[in-house]
C-alpha cells in the first residue's frame, strides 16, 4: 500500500507539472511588434522583453492616432503569422500594469491559412486600467465578441493569428508593461 501511496504522488506531482509545461507564455517565447506614437520602438521592447521578461510602452508626448502592441501566436519574425489552433486552451491569462483601458484584439487567421485577416474589427475585450500594480487576468476565449456587442460575433478558436494590445486614445506618458501572456 505504501507504495501505491508514492506512485500516487508520483503520478499527481508529474500530471501537474506537464500541465503547466504545456502553456505558452507569449512574453518569454514571442517577438513583439509596435505601431503608433511611442517612445520605444521594435527592438527597445525586445531587447527589454530579454532580457527582463517584461514588455514595456510609453506613449510620447501629444500623440497621434492609437498604440497597437502585436504579438503573434505562433513565434513569427514578422508581424503576421500563421493561424494557430487553440481549442486545448479555454482562457488566456495576463499579468499587466496599464495606467489606460486596453482593448485587447485576438486576430483570426485568413482563409487561406496563411496569415491574419487585416482591416475591420476583431473580436475582443477590454483589459481595465491597473494604474499603480500589475493586475493578472484570466479571460476566457468565450468573452472575445466582435465589436463587445453580446450577440456579436465569438472569436474562431481554432484559427487565432495574433493578438493586438490597442490604446485608441493614449495620452502624453501613458503605459503599458506586460509580464505574462499565458495560454
Known amino acids: 500500500m505504501k507504495n501505491f501511496s508514492i506512485l500516487f504522488v508520483l503520478a499527481f506531482i508529474s500530471f ?25 520602438n521594435e527592438e527597445a521592447i525586445n531587447t527589454l522583453r530579454l532580457k527582463k521578461g517584461i514588455v514595456s510602452v510609453t506613449a510620447k508626448d501629444n500623440p497621434k492616432g492609437e498604440i497597437e502592441l502585436n504579438v503573434m501566436i505562433a513565434n513569427s519574425e514578422t508581424n503576421d503569422g500563421v493561424p494557430t489552433n487553440l481549442s486545448e486552451s479555454k482562457y488566456i491569462e495576463i499579468t499587466y500594469q496599464s495606467t489606460q483601458i486596453i482593448k485587447l ?6 482563409a487561406e491559412g496563411t496569415g491574419c485577416v487585416h482591416g475591420g474589427s476583431h473580436p475582443r475585450i477590454n483589459l481595465p486600467a491597473s494604474p499603480k500594480h500589475f493586475s493578472t487576468i484570466k479571460i476566457p476565449w468565450a468573452d472575445f465578441k466582435q465589436d463587445e456587442l453580446p450577440n456579436g460575433k ?5 484559427n487565432i493569428c495574433k493578438l493586438n494590445f490597442v490604446n485608441y486614445h493614449p495620452v502624453s506618458g501613458s503605459v503599458l508593461k506586460i509580464k505574462a501572456v499565458v495560454f
Not at 501537474?16 to 520605444?40: H, M, R, T
Not at 484584439?105 to 485568413?110: H, S, Y
Not at 465569438?154 to 481554432?158: K, V
Request: glycine share 8%; aromatic share 8%.
Open 16 to 40: 501537474f507539472k506537464a500541465e503547466g509545461q504545456n502553456k505558452i507564455d507569449l512574453v518569454k517565447s514571442n517577438k513583439w511588434f509596435i505601431a503608433g506614437p511611442s517612445i520605444e
Open 105 to 110: 484584439q485576438a486576430r483570426e487567421g485568413n
Open 154 to 158: 465569438t472569436l474562431n478558436i481554432h
